[in-house]
């Protein structure tokens, strides 16, 4: 008999008043933002170049509207176009999970991007300083995606294994909790550790971001299970996967043009 871990039993809702309820998943996007926020905030106080902590603040609203609008659409049209089409009032109820990160990735360069184009101040440094932040985001989004139940794992007996809720009988890796370990806690190390050693060069702290975070998605989707309806892809890889590549090719640009003196700004 495979011995398994039982899962952890938490309400998705943390309090609910009337037809007022405070989620968890909510949370953890208001916990990502507010404290990826203040980080930034020092960032761009000690970096050389930066935009202003003052910028800064005007940048957060828009930022939070390119996670917001861009992981909905994201996961809406990557994952499950033809159920929201069908559907399309489903699309405005981000409280009941549903984002994508490459999505939400889409919308945060699409956001800074138009920032900085209307501040005047480099796109490379604004993205610098996000990309230092992003990790802690990442580390509640999958925190909550554990609570929620979702976006388990394989089937697998490792002495950690779970039996999720809407996931079977069979034991699972918790590969939530692996993704917030290398997408959260391991990624923010690295990127603080770039941030204090090597300066030189726009764009790097952005590769470093996009490469990291390409290679641990690659490795969390070998312990997650695909989506139901997407299935494995092309030799056994997934959806995640396979978007993470040219993540991974940008990210690898960037780091080398940043480290090139003579394409360096």
């Known amino acids: 008999m495979t011995f398994a871990i039982a899962f952890p039993t938490i309400d998705p809702v943390l309090v609910e008043i009337g037809p007022l309820a405070i989620r968890w998943y909510s949370l953890a996007y208001i916990a990502g933002i507010v404290l990826g ?3 930034a905030r020092r960032l761009a106080a000690r970096l050389p170049g930066s935009p202003s902590p003052t910028d800064i603040d005007d940048y957060i609203v828009w930022l939070t509207l390119g996670i917001i ?3 909905r659409l994201g996961y ?13 009032v489903e699309i405005l109820q981000v409280w009941q999970g549903g984002m994508s990160f490459h999505g939400g990735l889409i919308g945060v360069v699409v956001a ?6 209307r501040r005047q101040i480099s796109i490379l440094r604004l993205a610098d300083v996000t990309a230092c932040a992003v990790p802690m985001g990442l580390f509640f989004g999958r925190l909550a995606n554990f609570i929620n139940g979702e976006l388990y794992g394989r089937v697998s007996d490792v002495p950690w294994a779970m039996v999720f809720p809407g ?3 069979e034991p699972r890796h918790p590969s939530q909790l692996y993704q917030a370990a290398l997408e959260g806690v391991v990624l923010f190390a690295l990127l603080l550790v770039v941030s204090r050693t090597a ?3 726009d764009g790097l702290l952005t ?3 996009l490469t990291g975070y390409g290679c641990f998605r690659v490795v969390g989707e070998l ?3 695909p989506d139901a309806h997407i299935g494995f892809l092309l030799g056994g890889t997934t959806f995640g996967q396979l978007f993470s590549v040219p993540m991974i090719a940008v990210g690898a640009w960037l780091i080398v043009r940043a480290k090139s003196p003579s394409v360096a700004r």
């Open 207 to 209: 590769g470093v971001f």
């Open 199 to 201: 300066r030189n060069g």
């Open 167 to 169: 996931g079977g009988p």
């Open 37 to 39: 926020w203040r980080y």
């Open 76 to 88: 809406v049209i990557f994952y499950k176009f033809a159920y929201y089409i069908a559907n399309p």
């Open 112 to 117: 800074g991007v138009l920032f900085a184009k």
């Open 223 to 225: 312990f997650r299970q």
């Open 69 to 71: 609008i861009g992981g």
